[in-house]
């Protein structure tokens, strides 16, 4: 599977960097059921930030589609950094 296929090439930074921050939040007091929602909350507003900063919106049709786009890519950048950090737990174990 190729992810720049799915993932905007310019977002595939926000892999790994999710990844650390759900390490770091491994590592704090927050539920582990908590952690891919959390991620994905981070995903889609760094995915916001990226799609109001690159996008001329002038109007509903624009609109609508950057909240699209932001949500998506947030989703499925969040998706590939839990999917990430599940082949790292998943290869550590021994069967």
Not at 60 to 65: D, K
């Amino acid at each position: 599977m190729n992810f720049q296929d799915y993932i905007k090439t310019e977002l595939l930074i926000l892999v790994p960097v999710l990844y650390f921050m759900g390490v770091g939040l491994k590592k704090s007091k927050l539920a582990d059921k908590w952690i891919p929602a959390v991620l994905g909350i981070f995903g889609t507003v760094l995915s916001a930030v990226w799609v109001l900063a690159t996008s001329d919106i002038s109007g509903l049709q624009e609109t609508a589609s950057a909240i699209f786009t932001a949500v998506t890519q947030g989703v499925l950048v969040a998706g590939a950094s839990v999917y990430a950090n599940q082949i790292y737990v998943q290869g550590k174990k021994e069967e």
